[in-house]
């Protein structure tokens, strides 16, 4: 069984979805060792607590003190941000990271020492919709007003490049005429859960090969 880390933003269904797996499947290889959020707010932390799972807040705020993180840039902060995951992960013995609707780009030293040991889920079908800025309901929107006929969600390995990285894994639904992006979101949120725990699965066979 390896060892990860899920780092969160959010809600953290995702996460539930790799919780529930955990629980229910005998054998399951990987353990979920710690939740990181880069937001204090985040329910996600709320469902680690209540599965019993280790929990930490790595903010810029969190990170580097008020006052400097309001001065600091954006990169400054995501150097501070992913030093702080780094350090979190080997004080945990993880083995693997898995981003599960964690919206820092992580950069600097962490890259390199999880090097193919990390993967993502983002919303849409790399590599369209991809990029700074394309995150949660941004995405659906863009997806809508250019007028796709299909969208999904991909997950892939993380390189340091914002949505970057081979892909791995792509589970596709069809836009409907009528869609919004929350009904779209509706529709590509099951699909996600099953990606996230497909992704992780296949993170930690390929990690047994390393």
């Known amino acids: 069984m390896k060892k990860i880390a899920v780092l969160v933003s959010g ?6 979805a790799l919780i529930d797996y955990e629980k229910s499947h005998e054998g ?33 705020y969190a990170v580097m003190g008020a006052e400097v993180a309001k001065a600091a840039s954006r990169e400054e902060k995501r150097i501070a941000v992913s030093n702080r995951v780094l350090e979190l992960c080997n004080e945990n013995g993880v083995e693997g ?10 950069s600097g030293s962490i890259i390199d020492k999880y090097s193919d ?60 005429p009528d ?6 979101y509706a529709r590509i949120a099951p699909k996600e859960h099953e990606a996230m725990v497909e992704g992780t699965v296949m993170l930690v066979n390929m990690l047994a090969k390393l």
């Not at 040991?117 to 941004?138: D, Q, T």
């Not at 299909?150 to 390995?157: D, F, Q």
């Open 28 to 60: 399951c290889p990987y353990n979920i060792a710690i939740v990181i959020s880069d937001h204090k707010d985040a329910f996600a932390l709320e469902r680690a607590a209540k599965a019993g799972i280790k929990t930490a807040i790595a903010s810029p």
């Open 97 to 106: 990271i898995v981003q599960a609707g964690w919206l820092t780009v992580l």
């Open 117 to 176: 040991k990390i993967i993502n889920l983002h919303p849409a079908l790399l590599p369209k919709f991809g990029g700074v800025g394309m995150w949660g309901h941004h995405v659906h929107e863009a997806v809508l007003a250019a007028g796709e006929k299909e969208s999904g969600c991909t997950i892939h390995l993380v390189n340091g490049e914002c949505d970057g990285g081979k892909i791995l894994i792509q589970k596709k639904v069809p836009v409907m």
């Open 11 to 16: 809600g953290g269904t995702n996460l539930q």
């Open 179 to 184: 869609d919004t992006p929350d009904s779209l």
